[in-house]
């Protein structure tokens, strides 16, 4: 059971937008920044976005990164196809003493 | 450019000791303040950070694996391990190295070596 929560799926159609949410806790999100993964099926998992809102080089700016209180969210613009993957999202949780991570969202292109 | 490149045994025996290196190139093991980590992702589940050590060898683990972990390296090698002993089958996973700083950005991912624990 993961200390973050994240929707398990979300579609768009190609050109669309889709917002992915992660809610935490003053433990984790509260006190600390969130960072973003892509996963596609069979590879490694790709940091995209770090410290709440800031693209690695290499990553698109159709991918942003924002942060509320306990809760931050990652935006996707303009989608496409090689877009389809896994995304999750992961910080320092202070009471367990852990980097922890949200469960993933799958996201599907239409 | 960095390279992380797991290897170790695809096949562990219910109660061994599952062990696996991470040979590391286009960086140095010994990076002044950048952690190195084991991470796994069990079969339909999400990511699951295992430990990490820091650049001067101080470690810290997941408690939730409790002293079944333990991470070192081998400095004349460029090469990080990972020892988990007592394994079970809720250790089998897709275990991956990865690099990061002090904040918790995993940066850099090696691609993965599945494990499964079997008899």
């Known amino acids: 059971q993961s200390v973050l929560t994240q929707p398990p799926s979300m579609s768009a159609a190609p050109g669309q937008k889709v917002t992915i949410s992660c809610s935490g806790s003053n433990f984790n999100i509260g006190s600390n920044t969130v960072s973003w993964y892509q996963k596609l099926p069979g590879r490694a998992p790709k940091l995209i976005i770090y410290?709440?809102?800031k693209r690695p080089s290499g990553i698109s700016d159709r991918f942003s990164g924002s942060k509320s209180g306990t809760s931050a969210t990652l935006g996707i613009t303009g989608l496409q196809t090689g877009d389809e993957a896994d995304y999750f999202c992961g910080t320092w949780d202070y009471s367990l003493r852990a980097h922890v991570f949200g469960p993933g969202a799958k996201v599907t292109v239409l | 450019q960095l390279q992380l490149q797991e290897s170790g045994p695809g096949l562990v025996k219910p109660s061994e000791t599952l062990s696996l290196t991470c040979s590391i190139s286009?960086?140095?093991?010994?990076?002044?303040?950048?952690?190195w980590a084991w991470l796994r992702q069990p079969p339909g589940e999400g990511l699951e950070w295992i430990g990490s050590?820091?650049?001067?060898?101080?470690?810290y683990y997941n408690s939730l694996l409790g002293s079944r972990v333990t991470i070192s390296a081998d400095m004349s090698k460029n090469q990080l391990s990972l020892k988990l002993n007592s394994v079970t089958a809720a250790d089998t996973a897709v275990y991956y190295c990865a690099k990061h700083p002090q904040a918790p950005n995993f940066e850099s991912w090696g691609q993965g070596t599945q494990v499964v624990v079997s008899s």
């Open positions: 286009g960086d140095s093991i010994i990076s002044p303040n950048y952690y």
């Open positions: 050590m820091y650049y001067n060898e101080d470690t």
């Open positions: 410290e709440n809102d």
